[in-house]
């Protein structure tokens, strides 16, 4: 089994920024692809970003150019940096990841909450 924790969210103004982690632990060597998932009240969970073993990162249009996601294998840890935040950022965001081995399991995090006040 996979564990994944988040941490680093919390309440900041607009333009601020934050910095999110995921903790990897469990049976690592079955970790592939992760990804950053973020979900605000009433509306479906969407992707915002993701990072593959060797490090090619994907982002969702509407984070481009503002947050960076990145891991560190020696920490086995995977980091989203969120810089000029917008209200519309505020939700849970989770962390996500791929069983390597098996396509059919995937791993989540118990979710950290971020709020962009106005």
């Known amino acids: 089994q996979v564990q994944l924790v988040e941490s680093g969210g919390g309440l900041v103004q607009a333009g601020g920024s934050l910095r999110l982690s995921c903790a990897v632990s469990g049976s690592i060597f079955r970790v592939n692809g992760m990804d950053w998932y973020r979900q605000a009240p009433g509306k479906q969970r969407e992707l915002v970003a993701s990072?593959?073993?060797?490090?090619?990162?994907n982002y969702a249009d509407s984070v481009k150019g503002r947050f960076t996601i990145s891991r560190d294998n020696a920490k086995n840890t995977v980091y989203l940096q969120m810089n000029s935040l917008k209200p519309e950022d505020s939700g849970v965001y989770y962390c996500h990841a791929d069983d390597a081995y098996d396509l059919r399991r995937d791993y989540w995090g118990q979710g950290t909450q971020v709020t962009v006040s106005s």
């Open positions: 990072i593959t073993t060797g490090g090619s990162a």
